[in-house]
C-alpha cells in the first residue's frame, strides 16, 4: 500500500490550490480517507475525511474554505483548499484507514499515510 500526495506549492493569502493523493496496492474505494497538516514543533492536526459512504467530516478550522472529494476510479482524493490564510501553512499529509473504526479524526484511526507535501500561504 503507498500514497502519493503531490500539489503542494506557494500561494497567497485568499487564493486556492488543490492537493492530491493517488493510492496503489488496492483499491480504496470502500475506505475512508482524511487529510492531516502538521508544522514544526505541533502535532499532527485533522484537516478533512471523506467516508466509503462520502460523507465528508472537517475540522473547524476549514469548514467552509476546503472540501475534500475522492475519485474511486483513479483511486484518488483531492483537498481543495479555498480562500487559504497564512495559518494553513504546514506540511499536509493524507492517509487511508483500512480497519473497521468509527472515528476518522484521529491520527490513530488511520493505517497508511503518504509522504506529505508542502503547502506555503504568503500573506
Known amino acids: 500500500v503507498q500514497l502519493q500526495a503531490s500539489g503542494g506549492g506557494l500561494v497567497q493569502a485568499g487564493g486556492s490550490l488543490r492537493v492530491s493523493c493517488t493510492a496503489s496496492?488496492?483499491?480504496?474505494?470502500?475506505?475512508?480517507m482524511g487529510w492531516f497538516r502538521q508544522v514544526p514543533g505541533k502535532e499532527r492536526e485533522f484537516v478533512a475525511a471523506?467516508?466509503?459512504?462520502?460523507?465528508?467530516v472537517y475540522a473547524d478550522s476549514v469548514k467552509g474554505r476546503f472540501t475534500i472529494s475522492r475519485d474511486n476510479v483513479k483511486n484518488t482524493v483531492y483537498l481543495q483548499m479555498s480562500r487559504v490564510k497564512p495559518e494553513d501553512t504546514a506540511v499536509y499529509y493524507c492517509?487511508?484507514?483500512?480497519?473497521?473504526?468509527?472515528?476518522?479524526?484521529?491520527?490513530?484511526?488511520?493505517?497508511?499515510w503518504g509522504q506529505g507535501t508542502l503547502v506555503t500561504v504568503s500573506s
Open positions: 492517509a487511508v484507514s483500512i480497519a473497521f473504526r468509527n472515528g476518522v479524526t484521529r491520527p490513530s484511526d488511520y493505517d497508511y
Open positions: 496496492g488496492r483499491s480504496f474505494s470502500l475506505l475512508p
Open positions: 471523506i467516508r466509503w459512504t462520502t460523507s465528508t
